[in-house]
């Protein structure tokens, strides 16, 4: 098996809001740092867009011993 499936935690981040959108990085990195028992092993970043909004999504994959 891989290692990108060799999970057992999800973390989603999204933002909308411009200011939010910017921040969305170190809001990850804080999440991480405050969880020093975890492995990233996989990440996606998703944007979506209609006419009004733009959407910023960082999906993290993660295992966690138990």
């Not at 921040?23 to 092993?41: F, I, M, N, S, Y």
């Not at 006419?51 to 993290?60: D, G, N, P, Q, Y």
Request: net charge negative; aromatic share 10%; proline share 2%.
């Amino acid at each position: 098996m891989s290692d990108k499936n060799n999970f057992n935690g999800v973390k989603v981040f999204s933002a909308t809001m411009a200011q939010e959108r910017d921040q969305l990085g170190e809001k990850v990195t804080a999440w991480l740092a405050d969880r020093p028992g975890l492995t990233v092993v996989d990440t996606i970043v998703t944007q979506s867009s209609d006419e009004a909004f733009h959407c910023l999504a960082i999906t993290v994959f993660y295992r966690e011993e138990r």
